[in-house]
Structure formats: structure tokens, C-alpha cells
């Protein structure tokens, strides 16, 4: 009976992810409209509780939600099993993606059909930036953080400064746990420390592991796993870390090819984390298509996997873990930071464009501002807006 409810489960989960447009907040939507109105797997404040608790760890929100659910239902295994359906159709399509654009790289077709994608994803990256500020940047703390943290990371194109804007920023409101509403601690708990060592020894062990064979697999695998231990304010911002780090840094991947992955990525369902396999497949051309399948992997695998050991360690504990009030309160200042970086990345993108001719200029400014302007004054998609980027492309490239 138990075996059977687990297959149904998983399921509905395959469902979610090939249901599941608009991100986090649409994904948590569609959680409690299946998993508790329809399934009635976990109640209502269940879910929300475990969303909460998802909300303040490193990670993709609405991965760890739904792998969180998982665990409840079903224990680790049942959890792990969870992750894998949930990520595998959007990091399959991803990785294909990256290969595709390759192949047509190598053969030397005009990509030209993608013009206009370019500066609809900045428009996008500022649409998020513009969503993600008003969600998450409502004191004035917050406010100065946000726009220190953007000034700051705007200037300062080294990914090292992102988790120093983040630990001083959760430091900062952290001081200001009395605001927070006082709850009655329970009873001592007991921690498990097995999964929190795992974490540990993967972090430490990829570092060493790349840094004594520069073997471009692990070093990938080791600066994802970090990127996925360190972000904060999801997709959105997980995206602006790549920028910086994949192509501002490391320059594994073209400005226009990070875009177009960028803008492809919202027109599936299933976690925005997905990206990862975009970048890691195509941080790895040079060693062919077995290659770049190969960056896919590792690119899902490094990103995924600390949340998900995060999860396993700690929703043993989280019911004594949120009782401490300095904990709510240092999620202020790592959100407001992270909606920083955000509209830093956006501006940066945006700064690229400076260098080009005024009639290029000008029209993909006035790309970015329309792009802007549709998706946050209107309730059209960004699917169809992309798809129709795409399809003008196609047809401007045959005049």
C-alpha cells in the first residue's frame, strides 16, 4: 500500500514539472493546489511551513519545498527519488540545449534568429530584479543594503564578493532578532550530524579534488556545489552569480550565449535551477557533445545536491531550529542582498550594450523597455513573449 502511494506521488510529481511555469511562487501555487487540495498529501499549513522553512536555506525554494514534502511522505529515499523527477525533463532539455547551440556554433550557422532574445532576457533579468525587490525589500535596512549591495557588486565583478555582501548583510539585521515575534522554546533536540559532515567533505573534497587534478569536470562540479551553497533569493539570483562567475570570470561562455540560454530556461517547466546544465554543458564544448552531456550532469549535480543534504540535516530540526528569533532576522539582510546582486547583474548586461552602434542601441533598448514594460504591466507570459522573440528572429533572418 505504501509502495503504491509513493508511485502515485511521484506521479504527481512528473506532472508538477511539466506543469510548472513562473518560477517559485507559481511552482508553490501549484504544490498546494495538487499535493494538498487534490492528493491531500501534507495539510495546507504543512506546506507553507516547510515553504518558510526553505525560504531561509541556500538553495532553490521550490526544489526543497517539494523535496521536503517528499521526506515527509516518504523518508530520505522517497525524497531523493522526489529530486531526481522534478529536475530531470528541465536539466535534460538544457543540456540539449547547450549542445544545440554548439553544433550550430561549430557548423557555422548565422544564430541570428536569436538577435532579439538578447536583450529581452535583460529586460527579464530586470523584471525579476524589479519583482524580487518588491517582494523582498520592504524596511528601511533593507533598502540601504539593496542598493549598497547592488553598488558594491556592480563595480566588483569578482564572484568572491557575493558571499561576503551575503554574510555581512545576514550579519547585519541579525542584530535586530528583538523585532522578531518571541517563541516559546521547546526542549533540548538532538542533532544528526551525518548529512551536515557529507555536505562538509563534498565541499572540501571537490576543492582539493579540482585544485590538484585541474581536471575542468570537478572544478565545474566544485564552483556549482558552492554556488548552490551560497545563493540566496533563487533563480534569479543563482543567474546573476553564473554571469559573473562563468562569463565575466571564468569566460567559459559568450555574453549573447548566456542570454539565449537564459531566455530558452523561461519558456520550460520545473526549477530555474535547471540552468545550471545550460552552463555547465556549454562550459564544456571544447571535449564535444559526450562532453557537454557530461557539463549537464555536473552542472544539475553541483547545484542540486547542497540544498538537498541541507534538507535531509536539518527538517529533522526545524521545528526547534525556527524558534530562535536571530535566525528570521538574518534573512532580511541575505534577501535584500541578494535582490541587490540581482539588479546589479541587470545593469552590467545592460552596460554591455553602451559599446554598440546607435541604431543597434536603440533598439534593443527599446527591446529591454518593452520587454519590461509587457511583462510587468500585463498578465502575458514570458513563454509566449519569448517564443514570439524567437519566431520574429526566424522570420527577420529570411528577409
Same mark, same amino acid.
Given at each position: ?15 508538477? /514539472? ?13 504544490? =498546494? &493546489? ?5 492528493? #491531500?498529501?501534507?495539510? &495546507? ?34 525524497? +531523493? ?44 533579468? +530586470? ?7 518588491? =517582494? ?15 553598488? +558594491? ?10 558571499? $561576503? ?21 521547546? &526542549? ?6 551525518? #548529512? ?16 590538484? /587534478? ?17 545563493? @540566496?533569493?533563487?533563480? &534569479? ?11 565575466? @570570470? ?17 519558456? =520550460? ?9 545550460? $552552463? ?28 538537498? $543534504? ?24 541575505? #534577501? ?13 548586461? @545592460? ?20 520587454? @519590461? ?11 509566449? =513573449? ?14
Amino acid at each position: 500500500m505504501r509502495k503504491s502511494r509513493h508511485l502515485i506521488f511521484l506521479r504527481d510529481v512528473l506532472f508538477l /514539472t511539466l506543469a510548472a511555469f513562473g518560477g517559485p511562487q507559481a511552482h508553490v501555487a501549484l504544490f =498546494l &493546489e495538487v499535493l494538498v487540495k487534490k492528493r #491531500n498529501y501534507i495539510s &495546507e499549513q504543512e506546506l507553507i511551513d516547510l515553504n518558510s522553512f526553505c525560504q531561509i536555506l541556500p538553495g532553490p525554494a521550490s526544489t526543497q519545498t517539494l523535496t521536503a514534502v517528499g521526506f515527509r511522505i516518504g523518508g530520505p529515499k522517497l525524497a +531523493f527519488l522526489t529530486l531526481l523527477v522534478w529536475i530531470l525533463p528541465a536539466c535534460l532539455i538544457m543540456t540539449m540545449a547547450a549542445i544545440g547551440l554548439q553544433f550550430l556554433s561549430d557548423s557555422h550557422i548565422s544564430l541570428d534568429f536569436a538577435r532579439f532574445i538578447e536583450p529581452m532576457a535583460v529586460g527579464l533579468v +530586470f523584471v525579476a530584479a524589479y519583482k524580487i525587490g518588491l =517582494l523582498m525589500v520592504n524596511t528601511p535596512i533593507s533598502y540601504v543594503i539593496y542598493v549598497v549591495s547592488a553598488v +558594491f557588486c556592480f563595480f566588483v565583478k569578482s564572484p568572491a564578493v557575493f558571499p $561576503i555582501v551575503l554574510i555581512i548583510a545576514g550579519a547585519i539585521t541579525s542584530y535586530r532578532y528583538r523585532e522578531q515575534q518571541r517563541v516559546e522554546k521547546k &526542549e533540548k533536540f538532538k542533532v544528526e550530524w551525518a #548529512n551536515l559532515i557529507l555536505y562538509g567533505g563534498i565541499f572540501v573534497g571537490a576543492a582539493l579534488l579540482g585544485k590538484i /587534478t585541474d581536471a575542468l569536470p570537478i572544478r565545474l562540479f566544485e564552483n556549482f556545489f558552492r554556488n548552490g551553497s551560497l545563493i @540566496f533569493g533563487g533563480g &534569479e539570483a543563482l543567474s546573476a552569480l553564473f554571469y559573473k562567475e562563468f562569463v565575466v @570570470f571564468k569566460e567559459y561562455l559568450e555574453p549573447n550565449q548566456f542570454l539565449t540560454g537564459y531566455a530558452l530556461q523561461r519558456t =520550460l517547466p520545473g526549477p530555474l535551477f535547471s540552468f545550471s546544465s545550460f $552552463i555547465g554543458g556549454m562550459a564544456m564544448k571544447e571535449y564535444g557533445v559526450w562532453g557537454q552531456a557530461l557539463g549537464g550532469l555536473v552542472g544539475a549535480a553541483g547545484i542540486f545536491l547542497p540544498g538537498t $543534504i541541507l534538507i535531509f540535516f536539518l527538517i529533522r530540526i526545524w521545528d526547534n531550529i525556527k524558534q530562535y528569533r536571530v535566525v528570521k532576522a538574518a534573512k532580511e539582510g541575505l #534577501n535584500a542582498a541578494s535582490a541587490g546582486v540581482v539588479i546589479a547583474t541587470a545593469l552590467i548586461l @545592460f552596460w554591455d550594450f553602451l559599446s554598440l552602434p546607435v541604431y543597434e542601441l536603440t533598439v534593443n533598448t527599446s527591446i529591454v523597455l518593452g520587454t @519590461f514594460a509587457i511583462l510587468v504591466f500585463t498578465k502575458l507570459n514570458a513563454t509566449y =513573449l519569448i517564443m514570439a522573440g524567437f519566431l520574429v528572429g526566424i522570420a527577420c533572418s529570411y528577409c
